[in-house]
């Protein structure tokens, strides 16, 4: 059971690029996240997916796309990157009726 | 607007003792709230948990408590152990919500 993966582990990008970053759960959840983690903010939603077909906002969604493919897969995507997008992104997941979030590894993102 | 604050950055114990990290919250709609702990190049784990119908949960040598009059949870890990050095979120959630907003964390460290 591999619970929550991500795709990349590291990227670099140079300003002005583009990138998906992938996310997929095995737990047959219904909801699934997306963070990111920079120094002294804490986790900070971007978006969400309460199930499938449907996606909100968080806290900081400007900059970000999102698709929810499937039940499994939830794609982040940053059409042109910028420098304050460099950070650490979590993609966690959530079962119906669960309170709690599984978090995958994490991308670890630079933006030069 | 932080609606749920982690005051402490960090917190050094000696292993043995007991380790207290603190949360505060603003969000009186805020009725469920967990403690992920989160190793370095690690996505957080979930700890803990607890309801605002109850003012205490323990789990082994963790115990989480409540006080929903004041808007503060605590976390107490007795005894501390070495392995328990690692970054502490805390977060919340409100009733037919699918959000969870995080705290900036503290890095507790033990100490052998």
């Known amino acids: 059971n591999a619970g929550v993966t991500q795709t990349p582990k590291f990227q670099v990008l140079k300003t002005g690029q583009s990138m998906t970053l992938q996310c997929a759960q095995d737990?047959?959840?219904?909801?699934m996240y997306w963070y990111r983690q920079d120094p002294g903010m804490g986790l900070r939603l971007i978006y969400y997916s309460a199930s499938e077909g449907t996606t909100d906002k968080g806290e900081v969604p400007n900059g970000y796309n999102v698709s929810r493919l499937n039940k499994r897969e939830f794609s982040l995507r940053l059409e042109s990157a910028a420098p304050s997008q460099t950070s650490v992104y979590f993609c966690?997941?959530?079962?119906?009726?669960?309170?709690?979030?599984?978090f995958g590894p994490g991308t670890r993102l630079l933006v030069l | 607007d932080q609606q749920v604050k982690q005051n402490s950055p960090s917190l050094s114990v000696q292993e043995g003792r007991i380790s207290i990290l603190n949360c505060d919250y603003t969000n009186s709609m805020f009725d469920y709230f967990l403690w992920y702990k989160k190793y370095p190049a690690e996505g957080p784990t979930f700890l803990i948990s607890i309801s605002s119908i109850k003012d205490k949960n323990e789990d082994g040598r963790f115990t989480v408590f409540l006080n929903k009059s004041a808007k503060h949870l605590s976390l107490h890990i007795v005894p501390s152990q070495p392995g328990d050095s690692a970054v502490y979120f805390c977060a919340a959630s409100g009733a037919g919500t699918y959000k969870y907003i995080f705290g900036t964390g503290t890095r507790l460290k033990v100490l052998a």
């Open positions: 737990m047959n959840h219904n909801s």
């Open positions: 966690a997941s959530r079962g119906t009726g669960e309170e709690t979030q599984y």
